[in-house]
């Protein structure tokens, strides 16, 4: 028997499943799809994440940041927002003595270091790895016995669902959400750019959705035009050069010269499960929650969710044979911890994240006479407000 079964190893089940290989639980870890082997050849890939500072800080307390190439890393002191010239708010990681607010990195490198620190940490016969996808899940009283697509069977005291979201083990769990599609798509674009780039990003607001831009290692750097769905399917469908264009007639001018080198659209949704912990599922990441992506904290609140369980689970020794195996009394306690301890410290934070991420939607996609006046003294007010900027920023990074 498995302590934990987790399912997906994207970027946050990766973590999750290193974190307790490290804690000395046996592990079963389901995912159908192996990431491509990381090559420093190879372009960009188009799923870039912007890593906090407290995210950085749990990757290395595992052991799993120094996995990822240094040379793939871009690190950024600078957020910048603005609506026009005088309405602008620069967010500098001066405000609070460090030297970056941040890193830019492709998923799959921070996925790929995740599963080679599981490699060189796991000793022998403590993970399992499932190149499938869970069918059906048998909760018991103290297991859950997991079928696979393969035919195979595994048993595990808890299943954790990192799969997503539209994750298997909620629907399993039978879980329910709340949520809702936003009127706004994304367009993310890679470029090489023919300069330079400053370690800033940057956010451009208008009307019909914001329009960003975030440096990448080298010239590379990714723009993201946010708009109705009708404009996002018509920008998706131009070749290369044409969108060049248009993007440099929409965005603002400080990139310079670039090449569109690949393209990618997504829906905007928000989603919250109404439990994270039921019956022996445990939620963690997109598979919990999936917010607005306007502040780029999606991942980030899926790597607090990481730190939040692996503070129950370092002080609960569930390791198979342990007192656990037969004392309801113990299992009991440590359901009681992962609901004070995790469901809701964790439910409370991110549902106060995605509030936030929502009014700043409201706030800057509105065209309405009244909130754009709003919005441009807001601007101009943080811009001379460090004490409220660093606060922000304090929670941006992590600290």
């Known amino acids: 028997m498995y302590d934990f079964c987790v399912n997906g190893a994207g970027m946050v089940g990766a973590a999750t499943a290193l974190g307790l290989v490290r804690q000395g639980y046996r592990v079963a870890l389901i ?21 906090s500072l407290g995210s950085v800080e749990l990757l290395r307390s595992l052991q799993a940041w120094q996995h990822i190439p240094a040379a793939r890393l871009r690190a950024y002191d600078t957020l910048s927002v603005w609506e026009g010239p005088t309405q602008r708010t620069d967010f500098t990681a001066s405000l609070l003595q460090l030297d970056a607010l941040g890193y830019f990195v492709e998923n799959r490198l921070v996925q790929l270091a995740c599963l080679a620190a599981i490699d060189t940490q796991a000793t022998a016969g403590q993970l399992s ?183 129950v689970t370092a002080s609960s020794h569930l390791q198979s044979g342990d007192a656990l195996a037969g004392a309801a009394e113990a299992d009991q306690s440590f359901v009681g911890r992962l609901e004070k301890q995790y469901e809701t410290p964790r439910r409370v934070d991110n549902l106060a994240m995605m509030s936030a991420m929502d009014g700043l939607y409201l706030l800057f996609g509105n065209a309405l006479p009244p909130i754009k006046w709003l919005r441009g003294n807001i601007l101009k007010v943080a811009q001379h407000t460090d004490f409220g900027k660093r606060q922000i920023l304090r929670y941006a990074v992590g600290m």
């Open 31 to 51: 995912e159908p799809d192996r990431p491509q082997p990381y090559n420093p050849q190879q372009p960009p890939d188009m799923r870039v994440s912007a890593i």
């Open 129 to 311: 790895r499932f190149e499938s996808v869970p069918t059906a899940i048998s909760w018991q009283t103290n297991s859950a016995i997991v079928t696979l697509a393969s035919g195979e069977k595994l048993e595990a005291r808890w299943v954790i669902g990192a799969d997503g979201a539209r994750s298997k083990v909620r629907q399993l769990a039978g879980i329910g959400t709340t949520g809702w599609q936003y009127a706004q798509q994304a367009l993310g674009v890679v470029v090489e750019t023919a300069q330079q780039q400053p370690d800033q990003t940057w956010q451009e607001f208008h009307p019909e959705g914001p329009r960003a831009f975030l440096p990448m290692y080298n010239n590379y750097g990714s723009f993201v035009w946010y708009d109705t769905p009708s404009t996002i399917k018509q920008l998706k469908a131009m070749d290369n050069s044409r969108l060049e264009k248009t993007i440099a007639q929409r965005f603002a001018s400080q990139v310079g010269p670039f090449t569109v080198l690949g393209k990618a659209a997504f829906p905007l949704a928000r989603m919250h499960a109404q439990q994270y912990v039921k019956q022996r599922a445990i939620l963690v990441g997109d598979a919990a929650h999936t917010i607005n992506p306007l502040a780029g904290q999606g991942v980030n609140i899926g790597f607090k969710d990481v730190a939040a369980l692996l503070n």
